[in-house]
């Protein structure tokens, strides 16, 4: 069985960093592009970054780009996102996803929930 | 990037009745189209992608159409498992992005 599970979320003021952790289990972790999404209060869903299944490729859209930064060790089979100079709007929950091909996500962890505050 | 507007915002049905839920691009996005169903407190789940193919373990009820712009999923014969929020998201290529969701409620 596949499980994604984040972990590392919390209560973070403006301009401040954090580390996400995503741990993956039930497939071969190293065979798979992984992918940040996160979901707004509103709902709304936004990609947030995705990693190559070794690692050597990354991407970002506009919004997070400079201030994020998706990694992987595929020795642990773990997933992190690095978060830096946050801000209100980055409050949102984040999912771990597994990329099932062109940019699509097949599974989704439970999430972890950011909230960015003074 | 690419703009996804799904309509309706909100759908209210009983068991038992068919549903459609469209989609459409701000361009052409071909067939990479994906659905995802979300229930209350719950992460997204995969439904149908590349438009049409249903993801494993979906039931054969749901059903995805559509190229180029225009997209549709259809639920035949509503079960009350089926009840909560859809949203469709292209994956063209970056960024790939999401519809703002449908909320589907029992009537």
């Known amino acids: 069985e596949v499980m994604l599970v984040e972990s590392g979320g919390g209560l973070v003021k403006p301009g401040g960093s954090l580390k996400l952790s995503c741990a993956a289990s039930g497939f071969t972790f190293s065979s798979y592009a992984m992918s940040w999404v996160r979901q707004t209060p509103e709902k709304r869903l936004e990609w947030v970054a995705t990693i190559s299944s070794g690692g050597s490729y990354t991407y970002y859209p506009d919004s997070v780009k400079g201030r994020f930064t998706i990694s992987r060790d595929n020795a642990k089979n773990t997933l992190y996102l690095q978060m830096s100079s946050l801000r209100s709007e980055d409050t949102a929950m984040y999912y771990c996803?597994?990329?099932?091909?062109?940019?699509?996500?097949?599974?989704w962890g439970q999430g972890t929930t950011l909230t960015v505050s003074s | 990037d690419i703009q996804m507007t799904q309509s309706p915002a909100s759908l209210s049905a009983s068991v038992g009745e068919t549903v459609t839920i469209t989609c459409r691009a701000s361009e052409n996005i071909y067939s990479y189209l994906a659905w995802y169903q979300q229930k209350q407190g719950k992460s997204p789940q995969l439904l149908v992608y590349n438009a049409k193919t249903l993801a494993e373990g979906v039931p054969s009820r749901f059903s995805g159409s559509g190229s180029g712009t225009q997209f549709s999923l259809k639920i035949n014969s509503l079960q009350p498992e089926d009840f909560g929020s859809y949203y469709c998201q292209h994956h063209y290529g970056t960024p790939p992005t999401f519809g703002g969701g449908t909320k589907l409620e029992i009537k």
């Open positions: 996803a597994r990329q099932g091909g062109r940019f699509y996500f097949d599974y």
